[in-house]
């Protein structure tokens, strides 16, 4: 018996790629692959209905879902009228760390197992905030703009400019997941002094590693501080103006989490008072930024569009993933990354 697979992806994963990864996990089973391609990330992605971050509309995804068992996507959205009108669907993979396109309540009740894809882009995030962190703690953002523009900012060389270097310096950590770890051990191969904070983790996983202490003390001594936490109630406005002004004057701030962890009203204040010595950002509350946003001004800011989860192995990783969860359903074996019951 031949089973129906929506391969729906777009110009980052696209749906070619999750065909090849599907047939390639599923071996000799009969498939009947159809694929769709949506715009992100040349259209935003952006709620739809009830969920958010999706691409595409509920309509497409009612017309392309049309007799399929089995969806792979990683922006297209699942909401309860694209199951009220999809009968057949039975699995929808996600190909995300969370499935926050997808209504996990709704697909429960409709009978729809949704997996997603945690890990997949944990390398890639961490070196890009390596390479955010580097660029902050040593002024690249303000020297590159000021050499496109014609001027030489030999001032730099100065002491009071001039940036700082990893070895030796105290790094804090606010996070040590998939991400957060893998940056601690580039870290710690450069000869940082690093300190954690997450409530979650075990100190062995630490390995001698970094020092685990709370969230003031980290604050407090840390020169560079990088946000590596999930987006949860307890975490919104973790980092706000109280603090930034705990950290030591000149210090480093660089996020490639998510937007919602930080006051960004406050890192500008703080950039601008010279409080903060710079910032490397990748996330941002509200996406893309704002024509009039302070950041585009602020000084001592290095502004990357969030991208950093974005490689080319991002995107193969992603597939396979998914691919593999796909054939773990065909051959009725328990799936490793199932997001409802």
């Known amino acids: 018996m031949t089973t129906t697979v929506l391969a729906a992806g777009n110009h980052f994963i696209h749906p070619g790629l999750f065909s090849a990864a599907v047939r390639k996990a599923a071996g000799d089973t009969p498939l009947d692959i159809r694929e769709i391609q949506f715009g992100w990330p040349h259209t935003p992605f952006g709620p739809v209905a009830e969920v958010t971050e999706a691409s595409g509309t509920e309509d497409e995804m009612i017309q392309a ?3 399929v068992e089995i969806c792979v996507t990683e922006h297209g959205p699942l909401t309860e009228r694209i199951l009220a009108n999809c009968p057949d669907l039975k699995l929808f993979c996600t190909s995300r760390g969370g499935p926050v396109n997808a209504n996990l309540e709704a697909a429960t009740r409709h009978g729809v197992t949704v997996c997603n894809a945690p890990g997949r882009n944990a390398t890639a995030t961490a070196e890009h905030t390596l390479t955010l962190l580097l660029a902050a703690a040593r002024g690249l953002g303000d020297t590159h703009t000021a050499l496109r523009d014609g001027t030489w900012r030999g001032d730099y060389y100065d002491y009071d400019n001039c940036g700082i270097e990893i070895d030796g310096t105290t790094i804090g950590l606010i996070g040590y997941g998939a991400i957060g770890s893998r940056v601690a051990k580039i870290l710690h191969a450069m000869g940082a002094h690093l300190l954690v904070h997450d409530p979650y983790v075990r100190p062995e996983t630490l390995a001698g590693r970094a020092e685990q202490v709370t969230l003031d003390e980290l604050l407090r001594r840390s020169r560079i501080v990088s946000l ?20 030591p004057r000149g210090a480093v701030l660089v996020n490639c989490a998510r937007g919602a962890l930080l006051d960004y009203d406050a890192v500008c204040d703080a950039l601008e008072s010279g409080h903060l010595a710079a910032a490397g950002l990748d996330v941002f509350p509200q996406e893309p930024l704002p024509t009039g946003s302070r950041l585009l001004t602020a000084p001592g800011v290095v502004l990357t569009p969030h991208i950093a989860g974005g490689s080319q192995q991002v995107a193969h990783k992603a597939a396979a993933i998914a691919a593999a969860e796909v054939a773990r359903y065909l051959r009725g074996e328990p799936l490793h990354h199932q997001a409802n019951a």
């Open 65 to 67: 879902l049309q007799g």
């Open 228 to 247: 590596h936490a999930r987006v949860t109630p307890e975490t919104i406005g973790l980092i706000g103006r109280a603090q930034i002004a705990a950290m």
